[in-house]
């Protein structure tokens, strides 16, 4: 029987979610996508993603393929996949791509966004999907400590020890800070990340904007290729994967 | 011992919520607050709010009052009070008022919003806050029709059948509808609500959208004093209790 690949567009709200990747204990968004899909195609079937988040992180656009042998137009499947699923993981597009397309193995640009919230509360509309703050933050100076980030770099001070990678070299295409009302969103976008790399990053340039650090410090921070130079690793609640690109 | 009266400004998500009000079955916000306040100060005290908001409705700024005979400054309770309240409660302001200013029998001025998420598909990070909709809306049409609710109207038409009110007069000074890139956000800013009101007036306007009414139904609908000749309650989790002033 020939199979096909079928791609989907995969957003979630990570908050009951032991991440996305299947482990022993624990639900995750990668073995909920296999238990949906394994029942829909009476077949099993496990999913290849994008980008493997950690708990707690949400998602608008992480991106996984599976293979098929179903006769099930690869356009529909959305539907039938979110009737399966829980409501905080809704399939957003679904459609057949070459059978060797791999979502890691292929050029693609990932957007993730870190949103604080700066109020004098907080406020519990917005404490799923924002990290709360009741510091003052010097936007510019983050702003210009996040323009150093930009290019490529070796971000290995921006890994999680243990992490295994075979290169720490990475590009960021885009890094910014925009205030929208009380929130602060850090933006970046780049052609990979590494482990816990973007908050990392949040949590150096929140240092920046406390003015704990000066924004010229991320270049020794980058020089140093050393996870002890760099900031706390920001809570993962104020993650998300905004959207993935690729060729 | 003189008492004191303190005035709460309260914001939650009213998710996991029977609404407002205490009842016999289930955990109300109003309870959590009596229950906080009591813990907190040793004494049993009881919350007069302003807004008895639906179960599932959220806010940020509702308010409330209570009577206190403890000497913490009123200034102070906010912190004190949001140790002891679960994370969907937030305290967002408190302060000490006239012994005899009560909530509900005071002029002010309430705002809500309903939100209608426009997408394909839902989105996860949206699903508690906004009322996942996949029509295509006009929302020329909505306007038009949201500003023939502005001024003093008799609104038994947009009031629950059964409803126990003297009457049914209230005075909206806004009524709009506003595109928020996918988001479809119904405002509506007037002296008081019925029982439901915001939802009906929402439901309402989401058939004119569709193209089922139009807009200058809204004239008959008033007319009729007649909750039938109004569209259905639209969901609870769309809505929001903005803010709340008063003099």
């Not at 496990?46 to 991106?63: C, E």
């Not at 850090?186 to 990340?193: E, S, T």
């Amino acid at each position: 029987m020939e199979k096909k690949r079928v791609r989907l567009v995969v957003a979630y709200d990570g908050t009951n979610y032991h991440g996305w990747q299947v482990q022993n204990n624990g639900v995750t968004i990668e073995s909920e996508l296999n238990r949906a899909l394994s029942e829909l195609f009476q077949e099993e079937i496990q999913v290849i993603g994008a980008s493997r988040t950690d708990s707690g992180v949400h998602a608008l656009g992480n991106v996984a393929v599976f293979d098929t042998g179903s006769r099930m137009p690869a356009e529909k499947v959305s539907y039938a996949l979110n009737q399966r699923l829980p409501e905080d993981i809704r399939i957003q597009c679904s459609e057949e791509v070459a059978a060797d397309w791999h979502p890691r193995y292929c050029e693609s640009r990932k957007t993730y966004e870190y949103r604080i919230y700066r109020g004098q509360f907080p406020l519990p509309t917005k404490r799923l999907y924002s990290l709360f703050s009741y510091h003052s933050f010097d936007v510019e100076k983050m702003q210009e400590a996040a323009a150093y980030l930009v290019g490529e770099h070796d971000f290995k001070s921006f890994c999680q020890v243990g992490a295994q990678v075979q290169s720490t070299v990475r590009t960021l295409y885009q890094a910014e800070v925009e205030e929208q009302g009380e929130d602060l969103v850090i933006r970046v976008c780049g052609n990979g990340f590494l482990y816990n790399m973007v908050r990392i990053i949040a949590g150096t340039l929140m240092e920046v904007g406390q003015g704990k650090r000066k924004p010229e410090d991320m270049l020794s921070i980058i020089e140093a290729k050393d996870r002890a130079a760099a900031g706390p690793t920001a809570p993962a609640h104020g993650l998300t994967l905004m959207k993935y690109e690729y060729r």
